[in-house]
């Protein structure tokens, strides 16, 4: 069964960083390119960036040059260091792999004074 486990997001005040991790299992994780999507109140899917199998990355124009995703294939496991974070970042954020179609469940990041 594939599963994604997404963690540490949480409470932040702007201009202050998070790291997002999501651990990932039953599939061959290194093969696979992975993504950060997030989903801010009352709005639309967003890609936030994707790092491919040989890690090459893109990101979105929001969050390029504050977010950087990385990824660790001895561990399956997915990351998201996000800094200089805004009241517009506020969202849930997941970890999914479109080659497999999965999603994890979601963790919130709520940026706020």
């Known amino acids: 069964e594939v599963q994604l486990v997404e963690s540490g997001g949480g409470l932040v005040q702007p201009g202050g960083s998070l790291r997002l991790s999501c651990v990932a299992s039953g599939f061959t994780f290194s093969n696979y390119a992975m993504s950060w999507v997030r989903q801010a109140p009352g709005k639309g899917l967003e890609l936030v960036s994707v790092i491919n199998n040989v890690y090459v990355t893109i990101y979105g124009d929001s969050v390029q040059g504050r977010f950087t995703i990385s990824r660790d294939n001895a561990k399956n496991t997915l990351y998201l260091q996000m800094n200089n974070l805004k009241p517009d970042d506020t969202a849930v954020y997941y970890c999914?792999?479109?080659?497999?179609?999965?999603w994890g469940q979601g963790t919130q990041v709520t940026v706020s004074s």
């Open positions: 999914a792999t479109f080659g497999i179609g999965s």
